[in-house]
């Protein structure tokens, strides 16, 4: 681990061959280096966690294209909520829906476990929603059968 917290790293071994031990190009892992996301390089890929570094990658880029600013302080500002309010709920084990834009305690979502947060980036009724659309069924067909009684 060096201080980005990147997984690669150690015993310099030219670009091109630590390149053919990973399954990507030569010329992406040369511009990480040049990015200054991977510093040294390792000839055994084993200890490379591919979906770490990937997702640290996409942390180091959005903080780089935010100018520094923090991930939190913008993810509060996404879900309309002040920097308090985002922690504060975080802290419950709150997280965000990105099909709601709000926040929803953990039970409310499916699991994944290939996210940082262990569920899912759509609570389940967005998740269901949204695979019944996908199979062409409309999700809200059920409220043209109901009698105009209301
Ligand atoms: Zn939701």
């Given at each position: ?19 053919s031990h990973y399954p990507f190009h030569q010329t992406t892992l040369e511009r990480w280096i040049r990015d200054g996301l991977v510093s040294t390089l390792q000839r055994n890929p084993i200890r490379l966690d591919l979906t770490q570094l990937h997702r ?95």
């Amino acid at each position: 681990m060096n201080h980005h917290g990147l997984s690669v790293i150690s015993n310099g071994v030219s670009v091109r061959e630590a390149a053919s031990h990973y399954p990507f190009h030569q010329t992406t892992l040369e511009r990480w280096i040049r990015d200054g996301l991977v510093s040294t390089l390792q000839r055994n890929p084993i200890r490379l966690d591919l979906t770490q570094l990937h997702r640290d990658i996409a942390k180091i880029r959005e903080t780089k294209r935010n100018g520094g600013r923090n991930n939190e302080e913008l993810a509060a500002r996404r879900y309309g909520l002040t920097l308090d309010t985002y922690r504060r709920l975080k802290s419950l084990d709150w997280h965000p829906c990105s099909a709601c834009r709000c926040m929803h305690p953990r039970s409310e979502f499916p699991i994944d476990r290939t996210r940082s947060s262990g569920v899912s980036g759509l609570c389940r009724a967005q998740k269901r929603d949204r695979d019944m659309r996908k199979k062409g069924i409309d999700p809200y067909a059920w409220v043209d059968k109901l009698g105009d009684e209301t």
